[in-house]
């Protein structure tokens, strides 16, 4: 079944305390990327990789790390997680045709107290 | 810089009327797609429907249409005979030199 699988699902702790939210994905798709989504601002891009060893910011790097060391994965990487980096993170990959759409994970509840 | 405004934070319809949902965007890009993804309340997105700007004609897909209009950049998505389970947050996306960008949703209740 083509599905990307994003862990933990729910994550509740605190300020300073690094954090890794792995997603990986069966459907050999080149992009990849993370997303956080808060009420009244929709998904929010937060890093992108078209490919292996290729990443790029989006609109709200700051406080994230990534890496894209194969194909299938695509780890996000808190290394000092902040209160205000509470959110719903999501994971994406698609093809790079443009009319493939993006498939996504299930989302990552993260609560940094 | 590309953009996606999505002007109504939140619509109510009647069940089994139309309703539509406004998506404005954004690009200097000739080449580009527009989605919309579904978002009900257990939290998952759904993609509903594709559009690419070379297009001839809008996209549908079951109750979903999506209105088109490339002058004035617009991707408005409408669904007929609404339903009960309508009911979710559905955003509107852009694709474009293998990036997406999202616009922030829009929250719709369907009424019974």
């Known amino acids: 079944e083509a599905q990307v699988t994003q862990n933990p699902r729910y994550l509740i702790t605190v300020t300073g305390k690094k954090l890794t939210v792995t997603c990986s994905q069966n459907?050999?798709?080149?992009?990849m990327s993370w997303y956080r989504q808060d009420p009244g601002l929709g998904l929010r891009q937060i890093y992108y990789?078209?490919?292996?060893?290729?990443?790029d910011k989006g609109d709200v790097p700051e406080g994230y790390k990534v890496s894209r060391k194969e194909k299938r994965n695509f780890p996000l990487i808190l290394e000092s997680p902040s209160p205000n980096q509470t959110s719903l993170y999501f994971c994406?990959?698609?093809?790079?045709?443009?009319?493939?759409?993006?498939?996504f994970g299930d989302g990552t509840r993260l609560s940094i107290l | 810089a590309q953009k996606i405004t999505q002007t109504q934070p939140g619509m109510f319809v009647q069940e089994k009327e139309a309703v539509t949902l406004d998506c404005t965007y954004d690009?200097?890009?000739?080449?580009?797609?527009l989605f919309w993804y579904k978002q009900p309340s257990s939290g998952e997105m759904i993609f509903l429907i594709y559009q690419g700007s070379y297009d001839q004609q809008n996209a549908t897909e079951g109750r979903y249409s999506l209105n088109f209009q490339k002058a004035r950049k617009s991707a408005n998505l409408v669904i007929s005979a609404s339903q009960l389970g309508d009911s979710a947050m559905y955003f509107c996306a852009m694709k474009y030199n293998n990036d997406m960008r999202f616009g922030a949703g829009t929250r719709l209740t369907v009424k019974p």
């Open positions: 990789s078209m490919n292996v060893e290729v990443t």
């Open positions: 994406a990959s698609s093809d790079r045709v443009r009319a493939q759409p993006q498939h």
């Open positions: 459907m050999n798709h080149e992009y």
């Open positions: 690009t200097s890009d000739p080449s580009y797609g």
